[in-house]
């Protein structure tokens, strides 16, 4: 690995590490503490504020895992005839107690009748109006019939404070009559965009504009957390509209964040009004894209302050702003698991930063196989929509080539769809 050249232009040696960067932000922003009682529609992907435990069997009788015939155990020798009495249906149950040589025909999820001890298929069993006739007869008591609790016993620990509630959970406190649950509160996040340049989606474009498309991006990204959205739209480039904007979101939001203006131009707003008015450090990060990041506090926020360029937008989100939300949110913020892959082609690179850069991961009879997607500009977001993984070269590499394993971040980490 070639030696970063000490005067180099992209080593800067006051730049923050990702790890650096990432063990700061996760140092600030703790978990909110803040509890609320949601219905159980209102429940997926929050964190669950208090331990919960079975309050009852499921199921709650013994019940039939079969379409059949509830028969007494004594009675399931190959050849009997037996007298079919009655009908359990889900829902329905029969009222009456089996006796010897007597069969009650019985539906899945129905409840197994007193004194019936196991089920045969209505498969194995030869049936005329009122008898039917057994073609098996080697049955144990049991057989077929989830027993009460069978799934869940009422007293079993369900889930820890501070679990994820996913599809399976849901499921699981419906099935138990949980209808509402203690859960965290979602963080507020509220999000704007800063540029003169910029038009909403549904304006026709002036001279010199370009479409708001950052504050799309983000919203899309932030629809995979637990949170709460504030768009406060697009701010303009003077130091009141931006210093208006964060005062608003500071009073209420858990989380600001903004796009652009973090640079040193006459523009970078920003910096200067937080440099005045919050606690913020401006970071040069070594990351590429993403090296210019703001992040400190505005009001009572945690405030993100996320370069313009719509790339380097989607990669600090990914790196940096989705494990403090996990963390505000409750969840374990566990670094991405990222892959070896073999490179196809060669890649580029300048010692300094660490790149991510956009690339497609495949298979093929070697395994994982990985090449670049589209241009690598921060601005050319469109391989981003091309690309489904990162490969991620380490700081100090002057780029790899083809033949070369490497390390791939693939987007189903960092880019979960809701
Ligand atoms: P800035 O950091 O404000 O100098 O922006 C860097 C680059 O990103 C410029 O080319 C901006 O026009 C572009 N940019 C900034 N904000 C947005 C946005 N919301 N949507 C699309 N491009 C943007
Ligand atoms: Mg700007």
Known sequence: ???????????????????????????????????????????????????????????????????????????????????????????????????????????????????????????????????????NGDLATGHNIRGPGGDTAAGTPLYAAGTTLGAAEIGVLASQGIARVKVLRRPRVAFFSTGDELVPVDQPLGPGQIHDSNRHTLRALLAAYPVEV???????????????????????????????????????????????????GFWKLAIKPGRPLAFGHFGQAHFFGLPGNPVAVMTTFALLVRPALQQLAGRAATAPQTLNARLLEDLHKTPGRKDFQRAVLETDERGWVVRAAGGQGSHQLRAM?????????????AGARAGDWVEVLPFREIFPTP
């Open 1 to 135: 690995m070639p030696e970063a050249a000490p005067g180099c232009d992209e080593f800067d040696p006051n730049a923050k590490t990702l790890e650096q960067a990432r063990t700061a932000i996760l140092e600030a922003c703790q978990r909110l503490e803040e509890l609320e009682t949601v219905a159980l529609e209102q429940a997926l992907g929050r964190t669950l504020a208090e331990p919960l435990a079975a309050r009852i069997d499921v199921p709650p009788a013994a019940v039939s895992a079969m379409d059949g015939y509830a028969l007494r155990a004594t009675d399931a020798a190959k050849g009997a005839r037996l007298a079919l009495v009655g009908t359990s249906a889900a829902g329905h149950p029969w009222d009456g107690e089996l006796q010897p040589g007597q069969c009650v025909r019985i539906l899945t999820g129905a409840v197994i009748p007193d004194g019936a001890e196991l089920v045969v298929m209505q498969e194995q069993v030869e049936r005329d109006d009122a008898t039917i006739l057994l073609h």
């Open 230 to 280: 504030q768009d406060y739209g697009v701010i303009r480039d003077t130091e009141d509209a931006v210093r208006e904007a964060l005062t608003r979101a500071g009073a209420t939001a858990d989380v600001i964040i903004t796009t652009g203006g973090v640079s040193v131009g006459d523009a970078d707003h920003v910096t200067r009004v937080l440099q005045a008015s919050g606690q913020v």
């Open 385 to 397: 929509s091309e690309a489904n993984a990162y490969v991620v070269l380490p700081r100090e590499s």
